[in-house]
C-alpha cells in the first residue's frame, strides 16, 4: 500500500481532537481524589449553609488559591449541573492540549504534519517520570491546573511564534485560575526571551518593548490574585511552621527530592533527561532546526532546572518560605512536555528513512517508557558512531539492532510501563491509516470509535449485559460522571448516614475517608486529603490530625496509611476525648475496632457508633 506523504491539515486537526476525547473518556471521574478537597469548597461557595460545622469548608470559605476558579463554577452552576460542568470542563482541556501539542509541533518542525500528530499521540497517553507532579500530561478530572496547563502550552505557543503580549495575556489568565503555575510559567517563558536576547545581542528596541508589555499583562493578571491573597494572610503562621506543615508533613511528594527519589524514581529520572540529551542533540545535528526556536526552548529548559536546583536548596537543605510556596518542580510538567515533543521529532526523522524500518519501530515504542527509550536512543548514536569508523567493532554491527530489541523487551517485562499502552497503540493505529489510507476508513474508525464510547459510557451500563462482556467493557470508557456512578462500602455507610442521621452532625472518619463530606453531605473533624492552604488553620488542621490519628513516623501519604493503622486500635476513651474537643456525634470505625458504643451500622469493611 502506498504511502501519503500529504498529510492533510484539517484530518490532522480531527485525529488531534479525536485524541483528547479518547483520553478524557479512557478514565474520567468526578467526586474522588482531588476532588475531596475542590468540591466541599465549591458546594460552599454555591449554598452558604453547606456544612457550617465543618472545619475545612469553613477555613477555605474565604479567599484562597481556588477562590476565582471555585466563583466561576459556582456561577456556571446557576445555568448548567456541576458534573456537567466538570466533565466539559475536563474535555475541553485535554482536547485544547492536543491540539496545541500538534501545531507546536508543527510548527517547530518545519510544518511536519506527522510530527503534529506523532506529538498529539505522545503527549495524550504516554506516561513519562513522576517528579513534579503526575507522569502524564492530561488529567482524568478537573482541577484548576488541568485548566491552567493548556492555556500555559498556549502561551508558550506564541512564545515560539514571536507574540510575547499574547504569551502574557494567556499566561496572566491561567494565573488568575492557578496562581503559582500561571505566574510561574508566564515569568520563566517571558524572561526566557530577555535572556535569550542579551545573549544573542539583539538590540532591537522593539523586541524588549513586547517582553516588557507581556511582562506588564501577566504583572496585572497576577494581581487579581496577589492583593487579596497578602490581604487575606495578615496573620501568618512562623516560615518554620509553615515550611514543615505544608513541604514535610502534608506534601512531601511535591516539594522534597528525598522522598519522592528512591531507586527507581532515580533511575527513571535519569534515563529521561538522558533520552532528551540525547534526542536535542540529534535534532541540533538536522539542518532544517529552527535555530533560534531551538535556543529558545534550550533556554526555558535551562531556566527550569536552575529554578527545581534551588527547589532543592532552598526547600530542603536551606528552607525559604518563597522557594517552598513556589513549587518549582511543578514547571518540570513543561520540560515533560517539551522532551515528548521533541521525541516525536526523532521518530518521524526516523521513519523517514525506509531502510531501518525495525529498528524505526523499536524506536517508536521505546517511547513508553523513560528507560526504553533511553536505551533505543543511545544504541543509535553507537550504531552510527560503529558504522562510521573502519575498527574491530563494525565487525558486530550486525548483531547490534537483535541485542537492542533483546534489551528492550526484558526492559518492557521488568519496569512494566505505567501508561495505557492501549491508548497509545489505538492513536498509533488510527495515524497509520492516515498515513495509508483510504480517507473514508480514516473517518469511520474514528466514528466508530466515538460511537462505542458513548454506548459503553452511557447505554451499557444502563442493561443487563452477560458478566463476560461486563467486566470487560467496564474496564475501559467507564466514566464516573456524578456520585451516584460510584458503589463500594464506603458508599453504602455514607448513604446509610445521609438517611438516617442529622443534618448538623459532625463525624469521625477514618484519615483517607474524607469523601464523606460529598457523599452522606456530613461535616467531618478532619481527613488527610483535604488540606488547608489558608494560615493560621495550617496548625489547626495538623492539631486536629495528630488528636485524631496520633503520631506517625512518616510524612505524606506514607503517614497517612499509619494514621488508617493507628485509627483501627482508637479505644473507647479517645474518642470520648475528641467528642468533648470536637463535639462529635458519631464515629466511623473500621469493623475490627473494639468499641461500646451503640453500632447503628455496619457493613464488611466500616461500622458507624454513636457517642453522643
Known amino acids: 500500500m502506498k504511502q501519503n506523504t500529504a498529510i492533510n491539515n484539517i484530518d490532522s486537526i480531527i485525529f488531534s481532537i479525536f485524541c483528547g476525547i479518547v483520553a478524557t ?9 482531588n476532588h475531596i478537597e475542590q468540591l466541599p469548597i465549591l458546594m460552599r461557595a454555591i449554598d452558604n ?45 485535554n482536547i485544547s492540549i492536543s491540539i496545541i501539542t500538534y501545531l507546536f509541533s508543527r510548527d517547530f518542525f518545519n510544518n511536519s504534519k506527522f510530527a503534529g500528530i506523532v506529538a498529539s499521540i505522545l503527549v495524550m497517553s504516554v ?22 496547563l493548556p492555556l500555559v502550552l498556549l502561551s508558550f505557543l506564541y512564545a515560539i511564534r514571536k507574540n510575547l503580549i499574547l504569551t502574557g495575556l494567556f499566561s496572566g489568565i491561567a494565573a488568575i485560575i492557578h496562581p503559582l503555575f500561571g505566574l510561574g510559567s508566564g515569568a520563566i517563558l517571558l524572561l526566557s526571551y530577555f535572556v535569550l536576547n542579551i545573549l544573542e545581542g539583539n538590540k532591537l528596541l522593539k523586541d524588549y518593548f513586547q ?56 533511575i527513571l529520572s535519569i534515563t529521561f533527561l538522558g533520552a532528551v540529551a540525547i534526542t536535542w542533540y540529534l535534532w541540533q545535528k538536522k539542518s532544517e532546526s529552527n535555530k533560534h526556536q531551538s535556543k529558545y526552548i534550550f533556554t ?33 510538567n513543561i520540560i515533560k512536555w517539551i522532551a515528548l515533543i521533541l521525541f516525536s521529532g526523532t521518530i518521524i526523522y526516523a521513519f523517514s528513512d525506509n531502510k531501518n524500518k525495525i529498528c524505526n519501530f523499536s524506536l517508536f515504542i521505546s517511547v513508553l517508557s523513560p528507560i526504553t527509550v533511553f536505551i533505543a536512543l543511545s544504541s543509535n548514536v553507537i550504531e552510527n558512531f560503529i558504522g562510521n569508523r573502519k575498527s574491530f567493532l563494525s565487525n558486530f554491527r550486525f548483531f547490534f539492532k537483535p541485542v537492542i530489541a533483546l534489551v528492550l523487551i526484558v526492559s518492557y517485562l521488568i519496569i512494566k510501563p505505567t501508561t495505557s499502552i492501549y491508548l497509545f497503540s489505538f492513536f498509533s493505529f488510527v495515524v497509520l491509516i492516515i498515513l495509508y ?25 444502563k442493561i443487563d449485559l452477560p458478566s463476560k462482556f461486563e467486566s470487560k467493557l467496564s474496564k475501559f470508557f467507564r466514566p464516573k460522571f456524578q456520585l451516584s456512578d460510584y458503589s463500594g462500602d464506603n458508599i453504602e455507610i455514607a448513604d446509610y448516614i445521609k438517611q438516617n442521621t442529622e443534618v448538623n452532625a ?40 495528630l488528636d485524631c490519628y496520633g503520631i506517625a513516623k512518616s510524612n505524606g501519604f506514607v503517614a497517612a496509611e499509619e494514621f488508617d493503622e493507628n485509627y483501627k486500635t482508637i479505644s473507647d476513651s479517645k474518642i470520648e476525648y475528641l467528642r468533648n474537643k470536637y463535639n462529635i456525634s458519631f464515629a466511623i470505625l473500621y469493623n475490627q475496632t473494639e468499641t461500646k458504643f451503640p453500632v447503628l451500622y455496619e457493613n464488611s469493611t466500616y461500622k458507624l457508633v454513636e457517642v453522643k
Open 25 to 33: 473518556f479512557w478514565n474520567y471521574f468526578y467526586g474522588l481524589d
Open 49 to 93: 449553609s453547606y456544612l457550617i460545622n465543618d472545619f475545612f469548608t469553613n477555613a477555605t470559605s474565604g479567599f484562597g488559591p481556588r477562590y476565582y476558579f471555585v466563583h466561576s463554577i459556582a456561577w456556571l452552576g446557576n445555568f448548567v449541573s456541576i458534573p456537567m460542568i466538570f466533565f466539559v470542563f475536563t474535555l475541553l482541556s
Open 127 to 148: 506516561s513519562t517520570i513522576r517528579i513534579g507532579s503526575t507522569p502524564v500530561l492530561f488529567l482524568s478530572y478537573l482541577e484548576p491546573y488541568s485548566v491552567a
Open 211 to 266: 517582553i516588557f508589555i507581556g511582562s506588564a499583562i501577566l504583572i496585572c493578571l497576577s494581581l487579581i490574585n496577589l492583593i487579596p491573597h497578602f490581604q487575606a494572610e495578615i496573620q501568618q503562621i512562623s516560615s518554620e511552621e509553615f515550611i514543615d506543615i505544608l513541604a514535610h508533613f502534608r506534601h512531601p511528594h511535591h516539594y522534597i527530592p528525598s522522598y519522592i527519589l528512591s531507586i527507581k524514581p532515580i
Open 300 to 332: 526555558v529548559s535551562i531556566i527550569i532546572i536552575l529554578l527545581c536546583i534551588g527547589g532543592y536548596i532552598f526547600v530542603e537543605l536551606i528552607p525559604s518560605r518563597f522557594l517552598v510556596t513556589a513549587q518549582t518542580f511543578r514547571f518540570l
Open 437 to 461: 489510507r483510504s480517507r473514508k476508513f480514516f473517518y469511520s474508525i474514528i466514528s466508530l470509535t466515538l460511537l462505542f464510547i458513548l454506548l459503553n459510557s452511557f447505554y451499557f451500563p
Open 506 to 545: 459532625v463525624f469521625l472518619i477514618p484519615p483517607l475517608l474524607g469523601e464523606l463530606r460529598l457523599f452522606a453531605k456530613r461535616a467531618v473533624v478532619v481527613d488527610f486529603k483535604a488540606f488547608v492552604f489558608q494560615e493560621p488553620e495550617m496548625l489547626q488542621w495538623k492539631e486536629r490530625i
